[in-house]
């Protein structure tokens, strides 16, 4: 039985899939018909005889022999892109695509700024960025970079650290404080009206403090349950109650007067943002240029994941 011939594209179709668990939108991201990519990644599975995604009419998902397919040829691929944007840089300098996944208020506070001089340096590359709550596994979901706390990257990667070390951020309107008065302790929230924070995974996050060593976790309650940090702000806004944000999502409304901070004592720094990558024998032009400058620009994180 002859071997299966298999292209980059029809790989990098299954990526595309893989990664969104949806073929309109993957047909998206690849600039192609969704019937163009249907009959690509069926032509795949007809080549190798195995069926590497579920299909219904609601759904998209990996098969397990589609997840062992991907685990094994998502970084392989990787390095291949990387190999070929390497030769192909080599004269013309950085081209190509660099997709990075982050959540969003990173990328709105700390991540963007690095982006815009990054992409005024080198005009032909095209940057990729994905904002998302869920933590995901950068090599497998074909991610060149991604951004996350400190605590959350995992130990084989390479680090560099962006920015400063982050503060939660409990904030109200003046007017609700007149009404309801001011919270001089955590335990005092469970007697405010808060805005409940949704994770991806769907779990209730607990509102965070510490103080001398002594941590809480709240369960706090309230009339709203929300899972995006600007409808959450707008509620704040309209005084249905508290607040629970990073710090530099709410910098604005605090020096515009619109919202009043309460409880900082008991939000210290936390763990730094970090940029963080794999270690790769051949990466891309485009990628060494983007951890280039971010390590001019920002302070480098030292430790055993960096390779400072």
């Known amino acids: 039985m002859p071997e299966p011939r298999v292209s980059l594209n029809e790989l990098d179709a299954v990526m595309a899939v893989a990664r969104r668990a949806s073929f309109r939108q993957a047909s998206i991201d690849l600039g192609m018909s969704t019937t163009a990519l249907s009959n690509t990644i069926a032509r795949l599975e ?37 190999a070929l944007d390497a030769v192909q840089s080599h004269s013309a300098g950085p081209s190509g695509v660099l997709r ?24 032909h590359v095209h940057i990729d960025l994905v904002t998302e709550g869920r933590l ?15 605590n959350l990257v995992p130990s084989d990667m390479i680090v560099i650290a962006l920015g400063q070390p982050q503060r939660y951020a409990v904030v109200g309107t003046p007017g609700y404080f007149a009404r309801h008065g ?3 302790t955590p335990a005092d929230l469970l007697h405010h009206p808060c805005i409940r924070i949704r994770l991806p995974n769907g779990a209730i996050y607990p509102w965070q403090f510490e103080r001398e060593g002594q941590v809480l976790r709240l369960d706090v309650q309230g009339p709203l349950t929300l899972d995006e940090s600007g409808v959450a702000k707008a509620a704040v806004k309209a005084g249905v109650g508290l607040g629970f ?10 020096a515009a007067g619109e919202f009043e901070r309460v409880l900082e004592d008991w939000t210290p720094p936390r763990d730094n943002l970090c940029l963080y990558y794999p270690n790769r024998r051949n990466p891309s032009a485009a990628l060494k240029a983007f951890t280039a400058l971010a390590r001019a620009n920002l302070t480098g994180l030292e430790g055993p994941g960096s390779d400072n």
């Open 100 to 123: 990075i996944n982050a959540f969003a208020s990173a990328a709105r506070s700390t991540l963007l700024p690095l982006v815009l001089e990054y992409l005024r340096r080198y005009p």
């Open 182 to 184: 001011r919270p001089g």
């Open 46 to 82: 007809a080549n190798l005889a195995t069926r590497l995604f579920n299909r219904t009419t609601r759904s998209v998902s990996l098969t397990e022999a589609g997840k062992m397919f991907l685990e094994q040829v998502g970084p392989a691929l990787q390095d291949v892109r990387a």
């Open 245 to 254: 944000f990073m710090e530099q999502d709410v910098l604005d409304e605090v």
């Open 136 to 150: 995901v596994d950068i090599v497998a979901d074909g991610f060149d970079l991604g951004v996350r706390s400190a």
